[in-house]
């Protein structure tokens, strides 16, 4: 077992008080998986994305990684022992080029062809990215590939992506489609989990979690979950996007 989530809760601070994000959630993420969690919007799916990452502390409940308790562990801990997270909408740096991005992400001097395979391997032309500033003049779907691109560099064991179809159009869309089919044909090397309403995505996963109002409602095998949601009002609400 890779990961192990007891009784986990959240509560946020509102106008009207205190809100009940996450509720008493307790699962288990096995090594080796390509898991995706779905579910309705403001059910909470990101939240327990970040409280994986160690971007938001749980109120109550213990995480297991590895079999080494890490609730009080930071974002950067976490990352020292495996955990890589990527953002919506991933961070733009002035002056600083896609090459050093992948140094410092792998955190060591990679040589330049070994920054090219990363690219190559999320479909980029390598020459054409490695010494461009990571600013804007680069694209939603360049900029999700080329964090991708870190996750690969970093060697994480468990790969975060949260809503990674956001923002990106339908090509570049695609092209995530791919990379998603390529990782999860090696994830003897890494255990990979998305948040993700695209059906696409769904249909890659080896496990789907469904998350509602800050609770579990379904988790099993792809072939099991997938029917049950897919054709149905939940489908409407939470498959609107699908492709």
């Known amino acids: 077992m890779m990961l192990q989530l007891n009784s986990i809760a959240f509560h946020a601070e509102t106008n009207d008080g205190k809100a009940e994000i996450i509720r008493d959630i307790s699962l288990h993420i096995d090594a080796n998986k390509f898991i995706v969690i779905t579910g309705p919007n403001g059910g909470g799916k990101s939240t327990l994305a970040k409280i994986i990452a160690g971007i938001e502390t749980p109120t109550s409940g213990t995480i297991t990684f590895q079999g080494e308790d890490i609730t009080d562990l930071s974002i950067t801990d976490r990352a020292k022992r495996g955990i890589g997270f990527a953002f919506q ?94 990782m999860r044909e090696s994830t003897q090397d890494r255990t990979i989990l998305v948040i993700s309403h695209q059906e696409r995505i769904l249909n890659i996963a080896d496990e789907i979690i469904v998350l509602a109002d800050g609770k579990i409602e379904k988790q099993g095998p792809k072939e099991q979950i997938l029917p049950s949601i897919i054709g149905t009002q939940y489908a409407a609400d939470v498959c609107r996007k699908l492709s």
């Open 89 to 182: 909408q991933p961070v733009r740096f002035k002056g600083l080029t896609v090459l050093d991005l992948l140094r410092i992400a792998s955190g060591k001097q990679i040589t330049i062809a070994e920054a090219c395979e990363y690219l190559s391997e999320v479909g980029l032309c390598a020459k054409d990215y490695i010494h461009r500033e990571v600013n804007a003049s680069l694209s939603g779907g360049e900029l999700k590939r080329i964090e991708i691109a870190t996750i690969l560099a970093r060697d994480v064991k468990l790969a975060i992506f949260d809503e990674p179809e956001a923002g990106i159009d339908l090509w570049s869309f695609q092209n995530l489609i791919r990379i998603f089919e390529k």
